[in-house]
């Protein structure tokens, strides 16, 4: 039994790194990403079946292609599909042969662009067609691997929700006949776009959860981050690939030290910094100089970077380069305006030349109707009128922001500062 409970465990492993590049094989050959997914997850159930006799392969990725590359050709021998798209498959992939002989062109058709194969699975997974929770949905099911329930959990929605989106996300891309390629070089920077925007929010779902019991959830941190890197290894060209595994690499540093042994939050001023990873450090502040080569100006991704940057530079808190900090809040503001984006700036601003400053660029956005609901609003207000020793104020906003998140630990963590304000009336 334990043996066997080893080889499902392999078999995981292997499925977590080769459905990406068997899914977007199989979907260039028979042109659907829902036929391709179900054959892809034959090819795992025969290995469930046969490797906990046989062992693991010495290539189980292989292995797992040639399963799924077998049933493909079953299928398309026996079904009319491929007489209704026999000129097609012939003109494009060059399967008839494959499928008339032995298979030796079809192994030459699959093996031959797998790189690119990935990238086209990324772009129609983000395709702007689809919504952003589709769009969420379909990566994390197709690119990260995971099951349908292990999504469900990570954004906490029910299963047949998830199901749902997947299946409306195939049956739109199928309906528009959305082509399975790598965009022309005119349009890869746009949908580009759209895949970064796709792991990035991927990624800060994990790293501040908006809502349940948990601060953090490491495995969406770590599933993003590990398509990121792909994304980077497939388009070495994009300075904004680059910025946005730097900025993902630099934030994912600093998990260790994001929650205390009791399991409750740490925010970065209080983080012992000695339990920062290192190494993350360096592949972020790598990645962020190949970004800065690549593109004169800055992209936001990778202007975040740089901020998120100054902050891993800083062996202690209060070395950290605030006004460095705000001029990047600057810069991105001008590059990519938004309300986060000014509440970010404010809080920069207030951290380098002192709380009043802060405060002023904050009520600004008090009417913002974008920030209407968002409880970092009155968190970062609470944090400054404290600072400045209005403390019956700061109370109330802290109050409020508490009655706005719906994650319980950043609850408990407002809920504790609009008390500590009322037993402290002033911090000075």
């Known amino acids: 039994m334990a043996a066997d ?28 990403l829902g036929l391709a997914e179900d054959l892809a997850q034959d090819a795992l159930v025969d290995a469930l079946r046969r490797w ?10 292989a292995w797992l292609m040639a399963a799924a590359k077998f049933r493909a050709i079953d299928l398309l021998r026996r079904g009319k599909r491929l007489e209704r798209k026999h000129e097609e498959l012939a003109r494009e992939l060059g399967l008839a042969l494959a499928l008339a002989l032995d298979g030796a062109e079809f ?6 662009t797998i790189e690119d194969d990935v990238l086209r699975l990324m772009c129609a997974c983000c395709h702007p067609l689809l919504s952003t929770e589709a769009r969420v949905a379909l990566t994390l099911r197709l690119l990260g691997g995971l ?3 292990a999504i469900a959990r990570a954004f906490l929605v029910s299963p047949s929700t998830v199901a749902q989106r997947i299946v409306r996300a195939k049956r739109t891309l199928s309906a528009a006949k959305v082509p399975f390629e790598v965009p022309a070089r005119d349009e890869l920077t746009p949908r580009l776009a759209s895949v970064l925007e796709v792991l990035y929010l991927i990624f800060n779902e994990g790293y501040s959860a908006t809502a349940g019991d948990d601060w953090m959830r490491p495995q969406l941190c770590e599933e993003a981050l590990r398509l990121g890197r792909i994304l980077a290894e497939l388009t070495p060209s994009e300075s904004e690939v680059h910025g946005l595994v730097a900025l993902m690499e630099l934030q994912a540093a600093r998990t260790p030290a994001r929650i205390d042994a009791a399991g409750e939050p740490v925010l970065l001023g209080d983080q012992d910094r000695t339990r920062w990873d290192r190494l993350l450090i360096r592949r972020g502040l790598a990645a962020l100089e190949r970004a800065e080569r690549l593109e004169a100006e800055p992209g936001p991704y990778a202007l975040q970077a740089a901020i998120a940057a100054c902050h891993a530079r800083a062996r202690t808190a209060s070395a950290t380069d605030w006004p460095q900090i705000a001029a990047l809040y600057d810069a991105l503001a001008r590059r990519s305006p938004s309300p986060v984006v000014e509440l970010n700036r404010a809080v920069a601003v207030a951290m380098a030349f002192g709380p009043a400053p802060g405060l002023v660029l904050v009520e600004r956005l008090a009417g913002e109707p974008a920030l209407a609901s968002y409880h970092l609003l009155p968190s970062v207000r609470g944090e400054l009128l404290a600072k400045l020793g209005r403390s019956d104020e700061a109370r109330a906003e802290f109050a409020r922001a508490a009655s706005l998140t719906q994650n319980r630990r950043e609850r408990a963590l407002l809920e504790a500062r609009a008390a500590a304000c009322e037993q402290q009336p002033s911090w000075q």
């Open 147 to 149: 099951q349908t329930a």
């Open 5 to 32: 409970a080893a080889t499902r465990r392999a078999i995981e492993a292997v499925w977590r790194i080769e459905s990406a590049r068997l899914i977007g094989a199989l979907a260039r050959i028979v042109g659907d």
């Open 107 to 112: 192994d030459a058709v699959v093996n031959d």
């Open 52 to 61: 906990p006799e046989s062992g693991v392969p010495d290539r189980p990725g």
